[in-house]
Each structure stands twice: as C-alpha cells, then as structure tokens.
C-alpha cells in the first residue's frame, strides 16, 4: 500500500501543520461576526419645553 | 491479473512531478476557496455562508466545554474546515485527497489528542487518571479494567487517524472499482453496465457522506477528549 512507503511521511506530516497552522487559521481569523440587529427599546421622548434664550 | 489488481492501490501514492511534491497542492488549494472578508458590513454570498457555517461548527463544538476550553475553538473549526474541505474535494475526479495519506492524519490526530491528554493531566491530575476507572466496578476487575482502560486511552490517536484514512482510502478505492467494472461491462453487457452505473451514483452520494461525516467525527472526538480533560 502506498501510504506505507516511510518516504513522504516526514514531509506530508510538516506540510499538514504549516498549511493548517499557517494558512488555514489565520484565514478564519479573519471572519468576525456581526452582533445581531436588534430593536432599540421604545423610549418616550422627553417633552419637557425649554425657553429659547432669544436675545 | 494479480498485477492489475494492486494497481488499484496506485492512486493513493503522493503524486510528484520532476521531484516536486504535489501534495503541496493539494494541501493549500482549500485556503483558496475561502475567501477573507472585507471590511464591509454585508459581504458577499458566498462569505455569508461561510460566516454562517463556521458559527454552526464552533457553537456546537463547544457547547458541551466550559469557558475554559473555549481557547480550543479556533483549533477545532479551522480542523473542521480544512477536513471536510479536503475530502470533499478529493471526490472530484483526477484529484488526490490527502487525508488518505495515514501520514497527514495520525500527524494532525497524534500531537492534538497529545495535547488533551496533557492539559488534563497538568491541570486536573488525579480527574485525568480517575477516568481509567469507571465507577461502581466490582473490585476483582479493577486491575484487569485499569489495563483495558488505558489501552483504550493511548489506542486513541491510532484509531482517530487510521479511521479516517481507512474510512476515505475504501470510498476511493470502491469508487475506482465500480467505475472500472462499469467501463468493462459496456461492451458486453450494457445493462448490467447501466445497473452498475447506477450503484455508482448511488456510492457517490454516500461519499460525499462520508466525506463530510468523518471531518465532523474527527473534531467531535477530540472534543469529547478535550472535554475529559479540560
């Protein structure tokens, strides 16, 4: 069976790990989720009048 | 005869051309296919999905682990990526998966559930080795228990790799088979060959399964070894 040639081992093995540490991950990284929308709780406007300091 | 029946191994040798591994290839190919976001709001399609997926993948690995093994997300959901990723591709025809190689996977299966069993046995020593002991045993079977236990407990990153090799080298390999008695067959008898065909397609879907099963199978275990341990 092929996968028992010893011949590759050592280099199947290091290039696994680079590409998964160095490749794979630091791209899912990159994706950052977004907080889920959600309605702002209903405020009443405050209605207090205020004087116009007209001059 | 015999000759042309071991010829059906070849396609699980690491392919090279003029000395140059084209494992490599195929390793790096599945980075292409995910494409990093930009910095907008809404991204593509594409990205979406992608963003959607990866929140499934990483929710439900560590809903069974407490805050602590949370720091194993990123670890767990790239392994789930690059897993399903690669053997989904592998199905595509004239491709090479490299998860067949028993190599790449007691690699990435080895040091991972190494990594478990360490952090159990430095932070919570005497939970670690409780484990080797299922509770309420009649005790003549103790020792004999303890030995089977930890068997199984080191038996583990043997079985983690060799299942997925195993399990991804026979779906090939029966693909190969079936798609070879399907030309054969042609000729002589066409609708047997038709039949053949048909299990086939049929084998293909249950790949494309399998494809998929055994990436999550992979992480869900090492989860679960994290979650003794953690």
Redesign the interface.
């Known amino acids: 069976?092929?996968?028992?040639?010893p011949n590759?081992?050592?280099?199947?093995?290091l290039?696994?790990?680079l590409?998964?540490s160095l490749?794979?991950?630091p791209?899912?990284?990159?994706?950052?989720?977004?907080n889920p929308p959600y309605n702002k709780p209903p405020m009443t406007p405050k209605t207090t009048p205020w004087s116009w300091p007209w001059t | 005869m015999l000759t042309m029946n071991l010829s059906f191994?070849?396609q699980?040798?690491?392919p090279s051309l003029l000395g140059i591994?084209l494992?490599?290839i195929s390793?790096?190919f599945?980075?292409l296919l995910?494409p990093?976001?930009g910095n907008r709001?809404i991204t593509s399609r594409l990205?979406t999905l992608?963003?959607w997926f990866?929140?499934l993948v990483t929710k439900q690995l560590m809903m069974p682990l407490h805050k602590k093994g949370h720091k194993w997300a990123?670890?767990l959901?790239?392994?789930m990526?690059?897993l399903l990723l690669i053997n989904l591709l592998g199905l595509l025809p004239y491709t090479f998966t490299?998860t067949?190689?028993?190599?790449?996977n007691?690699?990435?299966a080895f040091?991972l559930w190494l990594a478990t069993l360490l952090t159990g046995l430095r932070n919570q020593p005497s939970a670690s080795l409780a484990h080797l002991l299922p509770e309420g045993t009649p005790t003549p079977l103790i020792p004999a228990l303890i030995m089977i236990e930890t068997t199984s407990l080191l038996i583990r990153p043997l079985a983690l790799g060799v299942r997925l090799?195993a399990n991804l080298?026979a779906g090939h390999l029966l693909i190969q088979l079936i798609s070879t008695a399907t030309m054969a067959l042609f000729s002589t008898m066409p609708v047997v060959s038709l039949l053949t065909l048909l299990v086939l397609l049929l084998l293909t879907i249950l790949e494309v399964a399998v494809a998929m099963i055994q990436a999550y199978v992979f992480v869900l275990l090492l989860s679960l070894y994290l979650q003794e341990n953690i």
């Not at chain 2, 067949?100 to 790449?104: A, F, G, R």
């Open positions: 069976m092929p996968q028992l040639n590759p081992w050592f280099f199947i093995m290039t696994s790990w590409t998964f490749i794979i991950q791209k899912l990284l990159t994706f950052i989720t977004m | 191994f070849d699980f040798s690491s591994p494992i490599l390793m790096t599945p980075a995910l990093s976001p709001w990205s992608q963003l990866i929140n990123l670890i959901t790239s392994l990526i690059f490299p067949t190689q028993l190599s790449m007691l690699a990435l040091p090799t080298t």
